[in-house]
């Protein structure tokens, strides 16, 4: 049986853990090679790799902090070192997953915390995508994804302001 991604290559931004982690897994159980990309806990990383090498797959890592160009520039200088691996310059499917969330409401939610959110969530997203869109073979696929945040209201959640007590 064919399995329907054989030979294409993917990366998937957080896939060290959660729901990154299961997307990388999925990917390489329908036969494609994954770049399996994580920010600091390459432990993590390495065994979503040896998960996937062990079922027969094929899967390497990648380290980028994501809020920082110059990070993603050099994510995608090794990730074209790899890919010239493989004997190409392109790839075939971008998961843009990574992505963090700060507790706080509109009244309490330091700075920082924003600074860092809004850096990882969307500059990171966009960079990457940026990096990643040139490289991509025709009719390869780019998915970004979002957290229900943004269709559900949450109390301690940047969405909206911490109800007043009457």
Do not use: W
Request: net charge positive.
């Amino acid at each position: 049986m064919t399995k329907s991604l054989q030979g294409k290559i993917a990366l998937v931004t957080g896939a060290s853990r959660g729901i990154g982690k299961a997307i990388a897994l999925k990917l390489a159980s329908e036969g494609a090679t994954v770049g399996v990309h994580f920010r600091t806990e390459a432990s993590r990383a390495d065994e979503v790799v040896s998960s996937i090498e062990g079922s027969g797959g094929r899967a390497f890592v990648l380290q980028a902090d994501l809020t920082n160009v110059g990070s993603i520039a050099a994510m995608f200088d090794a990730f074209d070192r790899k890919l010239a691996e493989f004997g190409t310059s392109k790839f075939d499917i971008l998961v843009n997953n990574a992505g963090t969330n700060a507790e706080g409401s509109v009244e309490t939610l330091s700075e920082a915390d924003y600074d860092h959110l809004f850096a990882t969530n969307v500059k990171g997203l966009f960079f990457t995508s940026q990096y990643g869109v040139p490289r991509l073979n025709d009719g390869g696929r780019l998915i970004n994804l979002s957290s229900m945040v943004g269709h559900n209201a949450y109390p301690t959640a940047v969405a909206m302001p911490r109800p007043r007590r009457r």
